[in-house]
């Protein structure tokens, strides 16, 4: 089956999925620029979660230009995928609404951390079609998703046992980095 239809169904559910967390942004309770301000980590939240979108969407559009036939497994991979990125609304409105709170920023570490392992593993099954690595470590790309794991679980675990504020927070924002580039990988297998 040609990718059309899994790339067109992916684009609409992360359309909705911006619509919802942009649509969860009150307004502020006042009219000064001092209610403005009240609203920072709402903001950030949003902008963060927003970038996590955006970087995943990037990367699945780079991707998926490699599918020639989507098999099951792509199928099922990017419904996992589908699935951990429609929480981000949820984590992201909870992380903004108790922002100096731990329980919400572990949830949202490990939900972005989820979001990376679900793309890891419809990018592994892609390029496993498209033979472009027989073992993991033949993929040029393996050092992002280590990174971006330890990165997160890294962040996670500090939050978790120190109760330190934001931690989790800069270690997604520090996993992210690698991703914005594209994969050199891809585009010699496409001849771009």
């Known amino acids: 089956m040609p990718n059309g ?11 909705i999925l911006i619509t919802i967390m942009v649509l969860d942004l009150k307004t502020p309770l ?17 902008l963060v979660s927003f970038v996590v979108i955006a970087i995943y969407w990037n ?6 230009h490699l599918v020639t036939a989507v098999t099951g497994k792509i199928l099922w991979c990017n419904m996992a995928l589908l699935l951990t990125l429609s929480f981000l609304p949820f984590s992201t409105a909870w992380i903004a609404r108790f922002p100096m709170q731990n329980a919400p920023e572990i949830v949202f570490g490990v939900n972005t ?7 890891d ?7 496993k079609q498209q033979k472009l690595f027989t073992r993991f470590r033949d993929a040029k790309w393996s050092w992002k998703v280590i990174w971006s794991i330890v990165f997160v679980l890294l962040g996670i ?5 120190t109760h330190l504020n934001f931690v989790t927070m800069i270690a997604v924002i520090v996993s992210l980095a690698p ?12 001849n771009v």
């Open 59 to 64: 990367n699945h559009h780079h991707v998926f």
């Open 30 to 46: 006042g009219s000064s620029w001092h209610d403005l301000w009240n609203m920072k980590f709402n903001f950030l939240i949003y």
């Open 5 to 15: 239809r899994i790339t067109a169904f992916s684009d609409g559910v992360i359309a």
């Open 179 to 190: 991703w914005t580039i594209p994969d050199k990988q891809i585009e010699q297998n496409l």
């Open 157 to 161: 675990f500090i939050t978790a046992l």
């Open 121 to 127: 593993f419809l990018t592994i099954e892609i390029f």
């Open 113 to 119: 951390l989820l979001v990376d392992l679900a793309f």
